[in-house]
């Protein structure tokens, strides 16, 4: 199964198939996603991206605003000479204005950019293709590969599989793993843990955060919910293009907190309780996108009366 990718989906009746002439062959049979969608491009069944169910279905309010202010005071405190030139003259105060309430967006996209270089690097690795030059060149990500490299010799690691589509058509959800593993050490701290047995040749689901602090944040309960979100998908799409049964993996994940500084392993619950939760958001995400934007309708306007009508 390695060097995988995949999406999910079962299959469609017949009538809904397209005509054999117009299905797609090889790697282009792999869905995409597209503006929070998957489709298979065989059945043609939307499939809803596991990380907008999340984004959509999670409240995240205080923890975001919070992090949004701090990050905005900090920008403000460092750049307090700027600030106080600028506020002299008008066009030079609405421009660092403008700045300075953007403060928590650059910062988003600068975790972003080096989530997805991470991403792409660890990637590369588990796939044994070519890591990207601008990548192995780049001052700022090479602390972050040396600890993913220490990672897995030290867990003795074996990739079972990397950014795996993997989509679950009953329940009209899909996404992109970031990959399954295998690991003799990880399967006994796991057995220590939670004190229960867990097979030495068990698989794992396997996923990479690159924010936050590494003794402070950076894993959320939301990487459970993702990671039962992909356990329970029915089928995945290996990289040549064919689909497979969603392979079985152990109740619990590992999330690898992977900073400049160093690395943590993290345990990430994904059992049966985890997705239940999961269709929970799902649903609130269905509200949240759909149904609420319907709800609340335009003010009402008081009737005519038969009176009014006459004097009319």
């Given at each position: 199964?390695?060097?995988?990718?995949?999406?999910?989906?079962?299959?469609?009746?017949?009538?809904?198939?397209?005509?054999?002439?117009?299905?797609?062959?090889?790697?282009?049979r792999i869905p995409k996603p597209s503006q929070g969608w998957y489709r298979d491009k065989v059945t043609g069944a939307k499939l809803r991206r596991v990380t907008t169910i999340l984004e959509q279905g999670c409240s995240k309010g205080d923890a975001l605003t919070h992090w949004a202010g701090n990050?905005?005071?900090?920008?403000?405190?460092?750049?307090?000479?700027?600030?106080?030139?600028?506020?002299?003259?008008?066009?030079?105060?609405?421009?660092?204005?403008?700045?300075?309430?953007?403060a928590h967006t650059r910062k988003k996209d600068e975790r972003a950019d080096i989530g997805t270089a991470v991403h792409k690097l660890v990637e590369a690795h588990v796939l044994g293709t070519p890591m990207p030059a601008e990548l192995l060149d780049d001052e700022e990500i090479a602390p972050f590969?040396?600890?993913?490299?220490?990672?897995?010799?030290?867990?003795?690691?074996?990739?079972?599989?990397?950014?795996?589509?993997?989509?679950?058509?009953?329940?009209?959800?899909?996404?992109?793993?970031?990959?399954?593993?295998?690991?003799?050490?990880?399967?006994?701290?796991?057995?220590?843990?939670?004190?229960?047995?867990?097979?030495?040749?068990?698989?794992?689901?396997?996923?990479?955060?690159?924010?936050?602090?590494?003794?402070?944040?950076?894993?959320?309960?939301?990487?459970?919910?993702?990671?039962?979100?992909?356990?329970?998908?029915?089928?995945?799409?290996?990289?040549?293009?064919?689909?497979?049964?969603?392979?079985?993996?152990?109740?619990?994940?590992?999330?690898?907190?992977?900073?400049?500084?160093?690395?943590?392993?993290?345990?990430?619950?994904?059992?049966?309780?985890?997705?239940?939760?999961?269709?929970?958001?799902?649903?609130?995400?269905?509200?949240?996108?759909?149904?609420?934007?319907?709800?609340?309708?335009?003010?009402?306007?008081?009737?005519?009366?038969?009176?009014?009508?006459?004097?009319?």
């Open positions: 199964m390695t060097n995988t990718t995949t999406v999910g989906a079962t299959s469609a009746p017949a009538a809904g198939r397209r005509s054999k002439k117009s299905e797609p062959t090889g790697p282009d990050i905005t005071a900090e920008t403000a405190m460092n750049n307090l000479p700027y600030l106080v030139g600028c506020s002299r003259h008008p066009v030079e105060r609405a421009e660092a204005y403008d700045w300075l309430r953007r590969l040396d600890h993913f490299l220490r990672f897995v010799a030290e867990w003795q690691v074996e990739f079972e599989a990397s950014e795996m589509v993997v989509g679950n058509e009953d329940e009209g959800y899909a996404g992109t793993l970031d990959y399954l593993l295998r690991s003799p050490l990880i399967a006994a701290a796991l057995a220590a843990y939670f004190d229960t047995d867990v097979p030495v040749g068990s698989v794992f689901m396997g996923d990479t955060k690159t924010g936050g602090e590494l003794d402070v944040k950076g894993v959320y309960p939301e990487a459970s919910l993702q990671m039962a979100a992909y356990r329970k998908a029915k089928v995945a799409w290996l990289r040549d293009g064919s689909k497979i049964p969603m392979p079985a993996t152990f109740w619990s994940g590992v999330v690898l907190h992977l900073r400049p500084e160093g690395y943590r392993l993290i345990p990430a619950v994904a059992d049966d309780a985890v997705y239940r939760a999961f269709l929970t958001v799902k649903a609130n995400a269905e509200w949240t996108s759909g149904l609420s934007k319907t709800v609340i309708r335009p003010a009402l306007t008081l009737p005519t009366t038969n009176s009014e009508e006459r004097a009319a």
